[in-house]
């Protein structure tokens, strides 16, 4: 099991308001079956597997999210005992710094997204 974020978050909950998605991770001891009911959907690289999600309230806030914060805080899914909005920050504005250094330079990812896009044009799955 992952080890907990020593996040101070006091209060706030803007991570389960912002129509996140919460990914249940089986492998960190996510039990959809913890969950209710979970939303089911194809893995996006792997299209012969399933990922589970938490749905999500008219207003884009979690299910789970209560009046006083997390109603399942004890069982709350590894995403949620993991997630530091303060390394999120950080890895954004690092790649946000790379992108900058390298424009101009061609990357392996781009060319192969890019040619990617035109296989699926030319040969839909």
């Known amino acids: 099991m992952k ?3 020593t996040l101070p ?11 996140q998605a919460v990914v249940l991770h089986p492998e960190d001891c996510d039990d959809p079956r913890d969950y209710g009911t979970v939303i089911e959907a194809p893995h996006p690289l ?6 589970y999600m938490l749905p999500h309230k008219a207003d884009g806030s979690c299910t789970f999210l209560g009046p006083f914060g997390c109603s399942i805080y004890a069982k ?14 950080l890895r954004v504005d ?3 710094a790379e992108v900058a250094k390298s ?5 392996l990812g781009d060319k192969v997204l890019t040619k990617g896009r035109e296989m699926l044009k030319k ?3």
């Open 3 to 5: 080890a907990t974020a």
């Open 9 to 19: 978050c006091g209060s706030c909950v803007l991570c389960c308001t912002d129509n």
């Open 46 to 51: 792997y299209p012969d597997r399933t990922i």
């Open 76 to 89: 709350r899914p590894a995403i949620c005992r993991t997630f530091d909005c303060r390394r999120f920050a």
């Open 94 to 96: 690092e790649v946000k």
């Open 103 to 107: 424009k101009g330079t061609a990357r």
């Open 123 to 125: 040969h839909p799955l």
